[in-house]
């Protein structure tokens, strides 16, 4: 499930190159393996910390540079010393460093604290100052300030007792001789110590967004972020009551601290594990578990502070895990995936911005969960993450780093072992369901898997029980172009078919194995004004208080299938100048869609006016446009117009792309298009591809590229029998367009079967195309209807004529005539030169069959034939 790179391995990047300098100076046999290296810290740049014991009789203190990949001596102790903390200054002049006594032998005897804080200077190696000697452990953390200068006169330090207590020292700096920098005042260094956090029972640092986290308690837990800022000022921004245990901590626990190789806690003292994950988009998430009850369930809680909710699941494990002695699982932020996973039991990956539906996260058991590398959860630490970097995880035992992501590969697996092994009421489906959401919205930017993903549902066409796949995939597609915009944007965009239904099938609201409870309204507390508040935490302020607005308001969730009404009123209207008012908005759609598919010209879309599409396009623009200047405003509407008109491009760019893909997989070509030939096996697949895709967009009213309905009758006409695609007509699936009639007129020759296939089609038109279509199409029947059409034409304009009278019956010694015909007769002649002659440079005209026509329709009229 997780894609493991190896990004720093201890044993190779250091200790090799520890032992070849040593032995470069005959200190050691090279390559002895007498060399007990530790890591001890790593910094906000990556650089790593650690402690090695040679062959000689001191111990050292060395930092590994990711970005260079060299190894530096930063101090030498004159002995054997115990390092439980360590950390080093931005500019490498200070080392903070926190000492475990050793209480053995003959030091047992002495009035000793049990541990020593030193502050050493060390650029050039000079003196060093005690800050701490106390009876308990001391954690030491550097702030480091964004400055670019090398020589920079002020350090600060943050140093946590185990006490409950965090203090904050501003370490003020001097340069002597152009390069010594020393400690200005050192007598002075903690008289002037600021205390920033009493009694505080947890604490966790994030050193890439300079952050500490404390948990205080007196009537209740406190969870407070202190920032640190550029100019190395700090402020308490946020507070948030949770809900823990009261006797929670038997201890004092430190998260993200460094490593102390001689205080491990035991498992069985830490009844609650707990961690903070932000991301800079502006969500946070608390998550933090419980051990195991005499029920055998895991307990543990993702509190979704930008969702204003608080999850709580429970998990039943077997015998297996009581055995193992794993009380508490690990948590992995990936993206905005939280991943919680106990070794050899379950993985679940929780969806932090899709959250409403546990079928949006993926929950797996068994062999499926062993991270793709036999590593044990209780040994495996999670590192600081940026957004650039990712998330690592530190093996401490083997001092490994990796970096973990999600695997494509293992992901695209689930959708297709699961679609060829069906179980039965859709069991797997939420599993699909997850696994897709994850690739389409989470991974999706990569083109080459979403290439995949449209391949396997041209493998799968038939509907899953729970869900439409081709409907999950277009609006879990669409989603993703415009999620990174806004967390507000969750509530008020689709994102699954799902919220479309009346009634979620069952199997999508529970997960096997898993009972989930929520609680809204966390109520969290932002202390810094909203003028004072900036970056992340102005961005968090922002979505918890427009959560809760959207939570409150009726129906957030813009929902395609509301402008059915609106929809089928433009269906029903044929003139084009109803849709003007659309035309621009279209305009703007096609005009974005053209820059995207310059050098796609594989499938014939977009070639054709198509107005009832375009006016569709144009209305779905509108109305998604309306939504959010209605639940979001504070976008503004520069913004809005523009994700609104990619969304509704990347749409039918979409569409555009799955054809693109089902031609390639049949390996399709232009003879495609003839309609003269009987289509194959491959003609068949497409079509019905087409047909899916066809229910699936006009079940959620969704526009579809100008030119759809053309090629989806083609392929039609080419498949089905005759009778089948007159029926598909009927029923609303077949759309006739003038390109594709015309066509249909001039293709097929005029044989019985194709003839009759053509006056069905003719009948089944609206008026006015009929007749343009009857001027294509070279055989009798057009032309006497274009004969009546003319002699319709000539009356109609002569009835307004009030002043004509007919003269012909009053001529002497004039034998009697058919009166009827001789009127027309006068009509046609007095009018001919002033009506508009269609047979004007046409082909295939007789005027003498035009003469017979119009006495036969005389006749008929008079009722002296029957029709």
């Not at 439409?468 to 507000?488: H, P, V």
């Not at 029947?781 to 319709?792: F, G, M, N, P, W």
Request: proline share 4%; hydrophobic share 40%; net charge neutral.
């Amino acid at each position: 499930m997780l894609k493991l790179k190896e990004q720093f391995d201890l044993q190779r990047d250091v200790v090799f190159d520890l032992l070849k300098k040593e032995a470069s100076v005959c200190r050691v046999k090279e390559y002895s393996e007498d060399v007990d290296t530790r890591i001890l810290n790593i910094e906000r740049d990556g650089s790593v910390l650690y402690s090695w014991k040679g062959a000689t009789v001191t111990t050292r203190i060395g930092k590994y540079d990711p970005n260079t990949k060299q190894n530096k001596l930063l101090y030498t102790f004159d002995k054997q010393v115990c390092v439980s903390s360590c950390s080093l200054n931005k500019e490498e002049t200070l080392l903070a460093v926190s000492l475990a006594q050793n209480t053995s032998g003959q030091e047992r005897l002495k009035p000793i604290s049990k541990c020593l804080t030193l502050l050493i200077e060390i650029h050039p190696i000079n003196n060093t100052k005690v800050l701490k000697a106390v009876d308990c452990r001391v954690k030491v953390q550097f702030l480091h300030q964004e400055t670019e200068a090398k020589s920079a006169l002020e350090s600060h330090l943050l140093l946590l007792a185990e006490d409950g207590y965090v203090d904050l020292y501003h370490v003020l700096l001097s340069k002597h001789e152009g390069y010594r920098v020393v400690i200005s005042n050192p007598e002075r260094l903690t008289r002037t110590a600021e205390r920033i956090v009493e009694d505080f029972c947890w604490a966790q640092w994030d050193g890439h967004t300079q952050r500490l986290y404390c948990l205080t308690r007196k009537d209740k837990f406190v969870l407070r972020c202190i920032q640190f800022y550029p100019n190395q000022s700090c402020d308490t921004v946020f507070e948030l009551v949770l809900k823990l245990p009261a006797n929670a901590f038997h201890t004092v626990r430190f998260v993200s601290l460094g490593f102390d190789h001689y205080h491990v806690e035991k498992p069985e003292q830490e009844l609650i594990r707990m961690q903070v994950f932000t991301n800079q988009n502006g969500s946070m998430c608390v998550c933090y578990s419980q051990p195991l009850t005499d029920k055998r369930e895991l307990t543990y809680v993702v509190v979704l502070v930008h969702k204003d909710c608080s999850k709580r699941f429970r998990v039943s494990l077997g015998n297996d895990a009581l055995n193992s002695g794993l009380l508490h699982p690990l948590f992995i932020p990936i993206g905005y995936y939280i991943l919680v996973y106990l070794q050899g039991c379950f993985l679940h990956c929780i969806n932090t911005r899709q959250q409403e539906l546990l079928c949006h996260s993926l929950f797996l058991t068994g062999q499926d969960v062993n991270l793709g590398a036999q590593l044990q959860s209780d040994a495996l630490t999670v590192m600081h993450k940026d957004d650039e970097t990712g998330v690592r995880l530190l093996e401490l035992a083997s001092g490994s780093i990796r970096t973990a992501e999600l695997s494509p590969a293992y992901l695209l697996q689930i959708l297709r072992s699961d679609a060829r092994a069906r179980c039965p009421s859709g069991r797997t489906d939420p599993r699909r369901l997850a696994a897709l959401h994850c690739l389409l919205v989470f991974m999706g930017d990569d083109p080459k898997l979403e290439l995949k993903v449209v391949e396997w549902l041209c493998d799968n066409m038939n509907t899953f029980e729970s869900f439409d796949q081709i409907q999950e995939f277009i609006l879990a597609s669409l989603f993703r172009i415009c999620y990174k915009k806004s967390l507000g944007l969750d509530k008020v965009l689709p994102y699954s078919c799902l919220f479309e239904k009346k009634e979620v099938p069952a199997c999508l609201l529970e997960l096997r194995g898993v009972l989930c409870t929520t609680e809204l309204r966390i109520v969290p507390d932002f202390k810094g004004k909203a003028t004072r508040l900036q970056g992340f935490w102005a961005e968090l302020q922002w979505n918890t208080e427009r959560t809760k607005c959207l939570n409150a308001a009726s129906n957030p969730r813009y929902r395609t299938s509301h402008i059915r009404a609106d929809w089928d009123k433009l269906r029903s209207e044929s003139k084009a100048s109803s849709h003007v008012n659309h035309l621009e908005n279209t305009k703007k759609v096609l005009s974005v869609v053209d820059t995207w598919c310059l050098d796609k010209k594989l499938v014939p879309l977009f070639q054709e006016e198509d107005h009832q599409q375009r006016a569709f396009i144009g209305l779905t623009v509108d109305k998604l446009r309306e939504h959010l200047n209605r639940y979001l405003p504070q976008l503004g509407k520069k913004k809005i117009d523009s994700l609104v008109v990619n969304y509704v491009a990347k749409l039918l760019e979409l569409i555009r792309h799955m054809l693109e893909s089902a031609w390639l997989k049949y390996k399709l070509g232009p003879h495609v298009l003839c309609l003269a030939t009987k289509g194959g096996p491959a003609e068949w697949a497409v079509f019905h591809f087409m047909l899916r895709i066809l229910e699936s967009t006009q079940s959620l009213c969704l526009p579809l590229p100008p030119g759809y309905h053309t090629l989806f009758a083609v392929f039609a006409v080419r498949c089905l029998p005759h009778q089948t695609f007159l029926q598909y007509i009927d029923h609303g699936f077949l759309q006739l367009t003038e390109t594709f009639v015309s066509r249909l007129m001039t293709d097929l020759d005029n044989s019985e079967a194709n003839e009759r296939l053509k006056f069905s089609v003719l009948k089944r038109l609206p008026e006015p195309m009929e007749q343009r279509i009857y001027h294509m199409w070279d055989h009798p029947v057009s032309s006497a209807s274009i004969s009546r059409e003319y002699v319709k034409a000539l009356l109609e304009k002569h009835s307004k004529n009030k002043g004509f009278v007919f003269a012909g019956q009053d001529k002497p010694g004039s034998r009697p005539e058919f009166l009827p015909l001789t009127y027309l007769a006068k009509m046609l002649s007095d009018i001919e030169s002033q009506a508009l002659n269609p047979f004007e440079e046409k082909e295939n005209v007789d005027a003498r069959f035009v003469e017979e026509s119009a006495l036969m329709q005389t006749l008929i009229h008079l009722g002296f034939e029957e029709k």
